[in-house]
């Protein structure tokens, strides 16, 4: 009996070292780009842009806010706490081991909520909402992970003023680039959560798969999910999981057969009412 319980004692402070070591070592500090407009002359935007090196701490939990030392070479106003509760952020390809040579890319801008004009975007805003949930401080945030593992892309919240930003959405595609032999099928993936505690989630999605090549572009698959239809822009021989994308927001696109005119760039867009990440 005495064996059995030191060994239950010792697995339960196995676990509980697991649980710390998952908790505390497992999401990154991420130095990104503050990538802003500059403000010109009269309130116009020049076009021009300001870039500040910033410093993101991610966590699952708000409460797990860990006072560390910021870099002396970022500014104190650009330290950010990003809550991800569903832990995107938190992948290994983010979070290198210290002293690598190699670092994740990041960089956040600003973002504005609008509502979007497009078909299959334009039922998500068409009830009134409280703009008071609008009106915070938003970002949206770029990633990509070591060795070109993931792609994320985050709009987050914070209250006015504060420096606590929570993810609404992010969406994340692991298929940064593809190759395949012609006339076989290929999947691009592209995944998104909205955060299920957010006024804004819940209330319908909408998802866009764009093709780009050379400047040219064209709308791939384009699908309503809050009345549950399809654009007809649809292309042949490109296909969403329906059922994936309700369930879990597995958004990827599958082109049945590989053709040479399929070859270019991809962009994922996931729309909320008023917000939109895109990989
Ligand atoms: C997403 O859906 C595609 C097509 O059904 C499937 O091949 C893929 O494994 C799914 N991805 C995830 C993460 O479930």
Redesign the pocket.
Known sequence: MTNFSTIYKLSVVALTFLLVEASTSSCPVLECWFVQEKAGRGGGLTGATTQEKSLLHIQTDSHDAASQKTPTDINPERVYFVTDPAATLCHHSLNPPRGSVKKPQCEINPFLPQPSSLTWVASLTDSALSPIYLDAEWFSSAFQGLNEQLGISTITRAPTGSKEHNVILSVTS?TLSVKSRLGEPV?L?C?FWADPSSPLSGSGFAVEWRYQFRGNGRVVVAYDGKRDRLADTQEEGAML?F??LHK?G?A?L?LQEAKVRHSGTYICSVYLPYLLAQV
């Open positions: 692991k999947l993936d995944g999981d059922d994936g879990k597995n990827s599958i």
